[in-house]
């Protein structure tokens, strides 16, 4: 039987109720399917070089490899 006429088949034989909510669960299927269906042709872009420069700042203080003050009363 095609998936079709066997949603349909079972759609008839439910109370308007329980077609209330299942007509909002598929509203919410297609809604969220439709969002993750461009974020993911969003996230195929290609990528580009270069769009995070000048957000490290280089060079690194002289005491970047001391340990923190937070950290001492563990390291004793």
Do not use: C, W
Request: charged fraction near 25%; hydrophobic fraction near 35%; proline fraction near 5%.
């Amino acid at each position: 039987m095609a998936i079709d006429a066997e949603i349909l088949q079972t759609i008839e034989q439910m109370p308007d109720s329980l077609k209330q909510e299942l007509l909002h669960y598929a509203k919410y299927l297609v809604e969220n399917y439709s969002k993750s269906v461009s974020q993911e042709s969003s996230a195929q872009q290609k990528r580009r070089s270069g769009i995070l420069q000048g957000t490290f700042v280089l060079p690194l203080p002289d005491d970047f490899d001391e340990p923190l003050e937070v950290f001492q009363e563990y390291m004793e």
